[in-house]
């Protein structure tokens, strides 16, 4: 079972902001990173270590965090941004790695 | 640009042993940590271990008595076995660079994946 936990679902009108969540202990002490899959492909690494965007990613992405809650935050979604986002870190024990179960996000 | 590419059976009978080799090109495989991920059909990500260039290796718990990963610094690949599979072993296995900071760790970069089924 995953140590954290994400909403299974979420979704955004085009152009409105959303939020996903992530929450885990493990989270008190290190940053999420999270990551875009859509259907039939690898996941893509869109936040690192709390809210670092890799080359090439949309600025529209960011993230934060807050006590047991990391948050991924898109403002202004587009039809592209449609898909699972998964966020990871370390377990509480630090040597682990852990996923959340993934949140699927619609935009209407 | 680093890239990792799977390769391995798509297809293993019960009770037998999965093998799959990850090949990293565009970099070495020195320095950094590698690790193996998989997702069943309709599933969410499920980590399964990692190991350094020098052969340390640290395994997620549930796995970690039918698991081996192991590194060919050579050949710049890096390789899982997993023994006695059942069908809830069928799953898209990946490759991915894992980097560590004393704050987190994260996949940097992804194979495409091999899907492998469990099936007699």
């Known amino acids: 079972s995953s140590e954290l936990t994400q909403d299974p679902a979420v979704s955004v009108a085009l152009g409105q902001t959303v939020r996903i969540t992530c929450q885990g202990d493990?989270?008190?002490?290190?940053?999420a990173s999270w990551y875009q899959q859509k259907p039939g492909q690898a996941p893509v690494l869109v936040i690192y270590?709390?809210?670092n965007r890799p080359s090439g990613i949309p600025d529209r992405f960011s993230g934060t965090s807050s006590g047991n809650t990391a948050s991924l935050t898109i403002t202004g979604a587009q039809a592209e941004d449609e898909a699972d986002y998964y966020c990871?870190?370390?377990?509480?024990?630090?040597?682990?790695?852990?996923f959340g179960g993934g949140t699927k996000l619609t935009v209407l | 640009q680093v890239q990792l590419q799977e390769s391995g059976p798509g297809l293993v009978k019960p009770s037998e042993t999965l093998s799959l080799t990850c090949t990293v090109s565009?970099?070495?495989?020195?320095?950094?940590?590698w690790s193996w991920i998989r997702q069943p059909p309709g599933k969410g990500l499920e980590w399964i271990g990692y190991?350094?260039?020098?052969?340390?290796?640290i395994y997620e718990p549930s796995l970690k008595s039918r698991v081996t990963i192991s590194v060919d610094t050579s050949k710049n690949q890096f390789s899982l076995g997993l023994t006695s599979v059942t069908a809830a072993d069928t799953a898209v296995y990946y490759c991915?660079?894992?980097?560590?900071?004393?704050?987190?760790?994260?996949?940097?970069?992804w194979g495409q994946g091999t899907l492998v089924t469990v099936s007699s």
């Open positions: 990871n870190s370390r377990d509480s024990s630090g040597s682990l790695v852990v």
């Open positions: 493990s989270l008190r002490i290190y940053y």
């Open positions: 565009g970099g070495s495989i020195s320095t950094y940590y």
């Open positions: 991915a660079r894992l980097t560590t900071t004393v704050t987190t760790g994260y996949f940097d970069c």
């Open positions: 190991i350094y260039y020098t052969g340390s290796t």
């Open positions: 270590n709390k809210n």
